[in-house]
Each structure stands twice: as structure tokens, then as C-alpha cells.
């Protein structure tokens, strides 16, 4: 699609939103929003990640009203997809579509370590319109936060009672709070913002791992 990538983090997490600073690149439509950020969203990576997140919340028992077993697993592996799939959305193709804001990530490979980590967690507040002028990222302040309130209060557990070995009728509360949207805008804030650092320094990455494996062809090939 043009003005994306068809780059992988790892070779492995899409990241087809990110693309080099400079130039004059033509605006995604929405129509172009949306396809990107669903091709992204529901990539064949995010399948066993998902599960690996759910994995660690079985195990740390997060949203206890889960309980445990395999329908708890499956439950958590549910949460864990639709709030991946509703942030990616709400940040990457419905807001920035409202707005006629641009959802991509621009590297910059400018400065020092401590500069370009600067810019990068910038970028949480400091985004593009369409027309390429910079603005305040509000996809991604408030479209962060529709999710985490939309996520909270619609299929995030109950309070309900378990039955434990100890405790046949233990009362476990509700997770539909404000606390708890707030400590999920805030994760997912904080990931985000990881993220973006993890963007800006995947090329230099990039071309280190592509110079050991080169290195490392030349070495066997050699008589």
C-alpha cells in the first residue's frame, strides 16, 4: 500500500506504519487507515502473542474473577484480543480518520542515543495532521482512553462468586471500575510509549543483525 511499509520489528511484529523522516508522502485516506491497521491488528504474529499475554495473566492471576482452568484462558485470551484490536483501532484508523490526523511513525536516525529516545517518547504527544504539520497527538491520548473505557465496561469481568478449595463462595469485585480503566489507558500509554523507542532504533538494529549475518555467510564461504 503506498506511503506504509512492508517492514517487520524482529522480522516478525508488523510494523507497517513506520516509515523514514523526510519527504513528501501523500496522506492515507481512511479507507487506507483502516485496511493498514487491519492487516496489522489481525497479522498472523498477534495470534500466539496474544496467547502468550493471556498465558501470563492466567498465571498472574490478574482479573481474578477469570478464575482459573481453560474457560478462564480463553476468557483472558478474549480480553487480551479485543483490547489490542480496539486500542489499534481507536488510535491508528478512527481517530486519525475523524481528525484527518496521520497515524504513522516517522524515525528520525538524528542525534545522539539520549536525542532520539527523546523524540520517540515525544511522539506519544506530538503527532502529524495530514497536510504534514506537526499537532497534538489526540489519537492517541484519547483514542487510548475510548478504548480503555470502552474495554472496561463492556466484557471485562463482573463481580461474581468462586468456589475455591478454601472458600466455596469467595466474592471477587468487579473489575468495571474507573480505577481500572484508568490503569489500562495507563499500560497501554506506557507500551506504547516503549514502542515507539523500540521503532526509532529498529533500523539501527536492523542493519547490525543484517551485518552479522552477512559476516557470519562470508565466514562459512570461505575456503
Known sequence: MEGTSNDRLFYTLPNFLTLEKGGTLPP??????????????FDYVQYPWWGLLAGISQADNSEPAYGQGWLAYAKRYGTTAGDSTIENFMVGAVFPSIIHQDPRFYYSKQGGASRRTWYAVSRIFVSRSD??????????IFGSATAAAISTYTYHPKSTYLRTPTNPHLF?????????????WGT??????????????WPDIHRKMAHKHDDAAAG????
Do not use: H, W
Open 220 to 223: 562459512t564461504t570461505k575456503p
Open 172 to 184: 471477587v469485585g468487579s473489575d468495571r471500575t474507573l480505577t481500572n480503566a484508568a490503569s489500562v
Open 28 to 41: 492515507l485516506s481512511a479507507k487506507d487507515k483502516f485496511k493498514v491497521v487491519a492487516l496489522g491488528t
Open 131 to 140: 497536510s504534514g504539520k506537526a499537532m497534538f497527538n489526540y489519537s492517541e
Open 188 to 201: 497501554q500509554l506506557s507500551l506504547d510509549t516503549i514502542t515507539l523507542v523500540i521503532k526509532e532504533f
